[in-house]
């Protein structure tokens, strides 16, 4: 049998231990790219839709002001896109920093309220209109009563649309400035 060297049983276990280095390094490297890359992905994603729900909104506000109803299409617009929204939570954690994760879904659940407010009253006041033009009682109150309720309230969502609306541009402010 032969002698192994002591010196060769150390060269082998430092080569050993400098590969498992250099692959540590370089899984290390990989993932961190990785993960940047999934980050501007993510950015890229949730600002073009952040970006095109600005606009439904607007196109909401123009035609509660034109025509003094919420559009059954715009609405149902919003609630795609949040429910693409509502898709990219599970990957918020691929954005910079907390505060952007938690404003995140702090604003995509203000939007899912608000317009979930809005299909509500804009729903209840079609009801009523319908039960007032086939003259049957309505259930809350006289016609004139309801479109007070209307227009007040739709001012009140109009003001949270609005806010929402603000804070996406802020929102979109802090992904894009690195």
Do not use: C, W
Request: avoid cysteine.
């Amino acid at each position: 049998m032969e002698k192994i060297e002591p010196s060769s049983v150390l060269l082998i276990f430092l080569g050993s231990v400098l590969t498992f280095l250099a692959t540590l390094l370089v899984e290390t490297i990989k993932n961190n790219r990785e993960a940047s890359q999934r980050t501007v992905n993510l950015q890229l994603l949730i600002r073009q839709e952040l970006i095109f729900v600005k606009k439904l909104l607007e196109r909401l506000k123009t035609t509660l002001e034109l025509k003094n109803y919420y559009g059954y299409d715009i609405l149902d617009q919003l609630v795609k896109s949040l429910g693409v929204l509502e898709s990219y939570k599970k990957d918020v954690i691929y954005l910079t920093t907390i505060d952007q994760q938690e404003e995140y879904i702090d604003l995509v659940s203000d939007l899912s309220s608000s317009l979930s407010n809005s299909r509500s009253l804009q729903t209840l006041f079609d009801t009523q209109k319908k039960l007032h033009d086939e003259d049957s009682k309505l259930t809350i109150g006289t016609f004139k009563e309801l479109q007070e309720y209307f227009n007040q309230t739709k001012l009140q969502y109009s003001i949270e649309f609005v806010e929402i609306k603000r804070r996406i541009d802020e929102f979109l402010k802090k992904i894009t400035d690195k």
